[in-house]
């Protein structure tokens, strides 16, 4: 008898130290908000939060209709970004989390100025990350959370989610993550790229219909906790040769006596350039060297030697940076980051000629601007001179 009450409270033990999973919640319970957007309009903050249909995370084996969209954005607003996400949790259905989110969006105007309390709200909820990828645009933020993907893919592979693998192989706008942008944010000379979205797209078809798909097409300046500007279009080439980390790979069309056609085109692998900086007067000059290797893509037989198609390619860069400068130094945009230069290599001159300044820019000219193109190979055969 002792041995059966003995084998009793072993058993009631274990089930008293086994806590057990009955608070335990099964995935379709939960809505897993994948982006943010946030805006600021009519004084008050209005916070979209972006949900995706589980079943559309792998890829669709038949036919699906935009019709009947996998995408679900809500809406809230409020006086405080805390309150217009709380107003999202009134129509939820079920417990809302936050810690798979992979994109943030800002408006224009959440950008102007309102930076600081965002990030404070969002980073203080203790379930978002720092790793989520951050943009801006100057679009609906409803229209680019709700895209298209290609070939019934999944949502969850565009370039909205996965910005890395298009900027591989074609670097136009450099993606940055959350805490890229924070590393500097409070910085007070830093200036961050951050990429600016479209889904305006005139270039993929469906029948004759085109599906609205993510694309970058510019980025916005930030400094000192506010945005300068948007830089967009050819406006932002030289940036892509001054002020990017990495450039995996992106084509330079040479143009010879002002023609439409490219009389040659390079592909660009990551350019290093060197900045130093000169008081001259009332301002600062700053010169650039630039370093840059290529390979050929399509050349018209124009070129005698290797050296020809690389002084021309040198020509079109430096062309190209002086050419940005002054368009974006017109608009008070420092998107060479040159304030910054200052700060972290000529601090006296910062604080004389920058820190008290609302447009220092102005004060700012290019010296000399020296590139130095190396080609590689054309195709697959090196050249030698």
Not at 18 to 45: A, M, P, R
Not at 70 to 88: F, P, Q, Y
Not at 204 to 230: E, H, Y
């Amino acid at each position: 008898m002792s041995k059966w009450i003995y084998l009793l409270c072993l058993l009631m033990s274990c089930l008293i130290i086994l806590s057990g999973c009955w608070d335990s919640k099964e995935v379709q319970s939960i809505n897993f908000i994948t982006g943010i957007g946030i805006d600021y309009e009519d004084n008050k903050y209005v916070a979209y939060a972006q949900l995706i249909d589980f079943s559309s995370i792998a890829k669709q084996e038949g036919p699906t209709s935009r019709e009947e969209s996998d995408i679900w954005v809500g809406r809230g607003e409020g006086t405080t970004l805390s309150m217009a996400i709380n107003d999202l949790y009134q129509t939820s259905q079920q417990q809302t989390l936050w810690t798979h989110v992979k994109a943030i969006v800002l408006s224009k105007n959440a950008m102007s100025g309102r930076l600081e309390e965002i990030f404070n709200t969002l980073l203080h909820s203790g379930q978002l990350r720092y790793t989520p990828w951050i943009f801006g645009t100057e679009q609906s933020i409803p229209e680019v959370l709700s895209p298209s993907a290609l070939l019934n893919q999944s949502t969850q592979t565009i370039e909205l989610f996965e910005p890395v693998k298009l900027y591989k192989q074609h670097s136009a706008f450099e993606p940055i993550r959350l805490h890229e942008l924070l590393d500097g944010f409070r910085e007070p000379a830093s200036v961050i790229l951050l990429p600016s979205i479209t889904n305006k797209n005139q270039t993929w078809f469906n029948g004759d219909k085109a599906p609205p798909l993510i694309r970058t097409d510019g980025f916005f300046v930030i400094s000192n906790g506010r945005s300068q500007g948007k830089v967009a279009g050819k406006d932002a080439d030289g940036t892509r040769f001054v002020n990017y980390n990495h450039v995996y790979q992106y084509p330079l069309y040479v143009y010879k006596n002002g023609s439409k056609t490219p009389d040659l085109t390079l592909r660009l692998h990551n350019p290093q350039t060197k900045i130093s900086s000169r008081k001259v007067g009332n301002g600062v000059t700053f010169d650039l060297t630039t370093s840059v290797k290529s390979v050929i893509v399509e050349d018209n037989g124009s070129h005698n030697s290797p050296r020809t198609m690389e002084k021309a390619a040198e020509e079109q860069i430096e062309s190209e940076i002086r050419t940005t400068f002054q368009k974006n130094k017109s608009r008070n945009i420092d998107s060479y980051g040159l304030a910054e230069h200052l700060y972290r290599h000529d601090l006296a001159v910062w604080k004389e000629l920058v820190q008290q300044r609302a447009d220092p820019i102005k004060q700012f000219n290019l010296g000399k601007v020296e590139v130095h193109v190396k080609i590689l190979n054309a195709s697959t055969y090196k050249y030698t001179e």
